[in-house]
């Protein structure tokens, strides 16, 4: 199958005429048009009916000689027949509206190592640059409007990604939607939730909430403070959030808040943890705040945390291949 994108944005092209935005902005004029293409010069997509030879199977375009393509609109995977589909050759899927239904391709088969996986519908609600990070993420890429791609040739294979990754910022920095980012185009993903359920507390329940619903359904949910276990036993890329509120837990398991000689027990489970994240086989990303740029705080077992904290950090990045600040959203390699 010969696929030839006439255009690779969204509706409006990108950028968007008369927009000023930063992204728009950066991009001269006309450089992607709406999104359009053409299957072996007999057929274009979007049109009205099928060349001879080419048939749809559910959402998939299938091929005379069974090259199958996948073209948006589709339904959401949640939606289809069958947990399994056939692979497709070709994948066309709009990773800035939903980077999560790749990993949701990759778990039902549709999307393969062999499976060229291209982002269209491209417009400004990110910025250029940001854009090719995110899709280096998930294994993906970008095609210029004029480019023509060929099934009979295998995709380029994409550099792995950093096995341990360590996420740090501060209250509402965009930390942990940058770690779900991270894990959105694996196909099973397990989400170690450390902090309290909220049953007590309607506002802090309301944020969990919606937390819950940022997440896409295949991803499979764990609360639990046992994070050196689970990260030892883990069969599937973990994301941790957080290790603030992990050891926030610790102290209260060993009742160190107010009793200086309990923090032993602390320090014993901050060690577990480290040498699990140190062994593990699996891709995990862990959030946790960065505590150092605060103020001092003003009690004894404030300053404990605060160091307690700050110490788990430095280890746990010195066993990382990536480490990162978020800041007002913005990544920061550290």
Not at 58 to 80: E, I, M, Q, Y
Not at 207 to 228: G, I, N, Q
Request: glycine share 10%; proline share 10%; with cysteine.
């Amino acid at each position: 199958m010969l696929v030839r994108f006439i255009g690779t944005a969204g509706r409006e092209g990108w950028p968007s005429p008369g927009c000023s935005c930063v992204s728009c902005a950066s991009l001269p004029p006309g450089s992607r048009s709406p999104l359009e293409v053409v299957v072996d010069e007999a057929l274009r997509l979007p049109g009205e009916g099928l060349a001879p030879g080419y048939r749809l199977d559910g959402p998939v375009l299938v091929a005379p000689d069974g090259s199958r393509l996948l073209f948006p609109p589709f339904p959401a995977p949640s939606a289809w027949d069958s947990p399994r589909e056939a692979a497709c050759d070709v994948v066309l899927l709009d990773l800035i509206g939903d980077p999560f239904v790749l990993g949701d391709l990759r778990g039902r088969g549709v999307v393969t190592p062999s499976t060229h996986v291209v982002a269209v519908g491209l417009d400004h609600r990110v910025r250029p640059e940001e854009l090719a990070r995110r899709l280096a993420l998930w294994g993906a890429r970008a095609v210029p409007d004029g480019a023509v791609l060929d099934t009979s040739h295998a995709p380029s294979p994409m550099p792995p990604p950093a096995r341990r990754t360590l996420l740090l910022g501060g209250s509402r920095s965009g930390k942990s939607a940058e770690a779900e980012l991270r894990l959105a185009g694996e196909p099973h993903v397990t989400y170690l939730a450390t902090g309290p359920s909220g049953h007590d507390d309607p506002e802090w329940a309301a944020r969990v909430a919606v937390h819950r619903a940022r997440r896409p359904a295949h991803w499979a949910d764990e609360e639990t403070t046992a994070l050196a276990e689970a990260i030892t036993r883990a069969t599937t890329p973990l994301l941790v959030d957080g290790l603030g509120t992990w050891l926030a837990a610790m102290f209260d398991e060993a009742g160190a808040w107010e009793e200086p000689s309990r923090r032993d027990e602390v320090v014993r489970r901050c060690d577990e943890l480290v040498e699990a994240w140190r062994s593990t086989p699996q891709r995990v990303v862990a959030v946790s705040d960065e505590v150092g740029l605060g103020v001092v705080p003003s009690t004894s077992s404030g300053r404990a945390f605060r160091d307690a904290l700050g110490r788990l950090n430095q280890r746990m990045a010195a066993e990382s291949e990536d480490v990162a600040l978020v800041v007002a959203g913005r990544l920061l390699p550290l």
